[in-house]
């Protein structure tokens, strides 16, 4: 649904661009310079992430989700500690999602299921050609081909998944529920929302979709998959974390900002 003939030379073209970037990423940071603690958002939603790259899990009763993989070697152990600290453990996932196909986020992908998972791993066709031909025989198996408008029930939970290319071309964004002490909170998970391409039509892409996220109703809470703990406003996580452990009952929950959510859109 998303790669079609027709535009077959175009995409191949972006597909060298974006893999420069990629092969610039090869040597991860030092992890003892990233690492941080990984917390508990809301009651089925958890940050398992370096001080820059997010990864994420969500729970639910039928089992676990994972999203993106962060880079690979040390960065695997790292992750699946991070989430036995939690009291979620890694045999548990039943899905791994890789929102785009950059390095950061796909790495640790192929030793996850050589080593720790039998997960269904899933991406969209344009960023899963990325990964398999930056890594060769070493890219991990394509499961699940993602396109625009599909759905993944877990459980519970129902994820919604949109086609959001502009930082690679194949990034997903998800819009799905999460609960703060059993209330009900929409959330937007947007898979890449800096622009990495300076071609005209795939800008007018970008920016559509931005507006098309806006007519979204009832969202409340926007997640970024780069938790940058320098940034300012939603990409800092980590201020709001701090926020979250101090919160008192009654207060309102960091994350729950509709009106900074629309407030990011028009950024």
């Not at 998944?161 to 690679?168: A, I, Q, V």
């Amino acid at each position: 649904m998303f790669y079609h003939s027709h535009n077959r030379i175009f995409f191949m073209a972006c597909l060298f661009f974006w893999l420069g970037i990629s092969h610039a990423q090869r040597q991860p940071p030092v992890l003892s310079e990233m690492a941080v603690e990984p917390f508990q958002i809301f009651d089925n939603f958890y940050f398992v992430g370096t001080g820059d790259v997010g990864s994420y899990v969500m729970k639910t009763d039928a089992g676990l989700i994972l999203i993106d993989t962060l880079y690979g070697m040390e960065y695997v152990g790292y992750l699946v500690e991070n989430m036995r600290k939690l009291g979620l453990d890694i045999s548990d996932t039943k899905y791994v999602l890789i929102l785009q196909g950059h390095w950061d986020h796909y790495g640790g992908a192929r030793e996850l299921q050589d080593e720790y998972t039998s997960a269904v791993f899933g991406a969209a066709e344009e960023d899963w050609m990325m990964i398999e031909s930056d890594l060769g025989d070493r890219a991990p198996q394509r499961d699940l081909v993602i396109e625009d408008g599909d759905t993944l029930t877990l459980g519970e939970l129902t994820i919604h998944f949109e086609h959001t290319p502009g930082h690679t071309p194949g990034t997903i964004s998800m819009r799905f529920p999460v609960f703060d002490n059993g209330q009900r909170h929409e959330v937007h998970f947007h898979g890449g929302s800096a622009l990495r391409s300076d071609d005209p039509e795939v800008a007018r892409r970008f920016l559509a979709d931005f507006e098309r996220i806006k007519e979204i109703p009832g969202i409340e809470v926007q997640i970024s998959n780069h938790a940058r703990i320098h940034a300012q406003g939603v990409d800092n996580i980590f201020e709001r974390a701090e926020r979250l452990a101090a919160r008192q009952p009654g207060d309102p929950h960091p994350w729950v900002a509709p009106d900074e959510f629309e407030a990011w859109l028009d950024e």
